[in-house]
């Protein structure tokens, strides 16, 4: 699925469509709910995580993780429980999460994972994540929002 986004607020709309769409789906997955973002800097990512935090309920500032790698958000919802945002841009070593208890973050159904720069640690991710990727477009505010699932066929 693909979105033309043609500036910050619309690339906001897309992520509360999307927060919404998860949300009210009860989407059921084997561990916590996953999407990965992938993009240049500046693109968009962490104003697209902003909008789907604020979405979710949470209030409180989002600020990017560059430097913790991960900020943890409490959510009020039945069906999730956290909030992680999580910023592999300044990672050499995707072992570095398993330092900060990742996986057992991700094996917890009750948590919703959003990961800037995902092609940096995809080696320790699950499988069958959402991938949303946004490139510039034509225009200089113009942006190409495409979701879709990084491995659609999941093993039963």
Do not use: C
Not at 144 to 150: C, E, H
């Amino acid at each position: 699925m693909k979105f033309l986004s043609s500036s910050p607020k619309d690339t906001a709309r897309v992520a509360t469509i999307l927060a919404d769409e998860i949300f009210l789906s009860r989407i059921d997955t084997k561990g916590a709910f996953v999407i990965g973002f992938s993009g240049e800097l500046g693109v968009g990512k962490t104003i697209f995580i902003k909008s789907f935090a604020r979405r979710a309920g949470i209030l409180k500032k989002i600020t990017s993780p560059t430097f913790l790698l991960m900020r943890r958000y409490n959510l009020n919802g039945k069906q999730y429980k956290n909030l992680f945002h999580i910023d592999a841009y300044r990672t050499a070593d995707p072992k570095e999460f398993k330092k900060i208890g990742l996986h057992e973050i991700l094996d917890d159904k009750k948590n919703i994972v959003l990961i800037e720069w995902v092609g940096k640690i995809k080696k320790i991710l699950p499988k069958d994540m959402l991938i949303i990727e946004i490139v510039h477009g034509d225009k200089s505010a113009e942006r190409i929002i495409s979701v879709g699932q990084r491995n659609s066929k999941r093993k039963k």
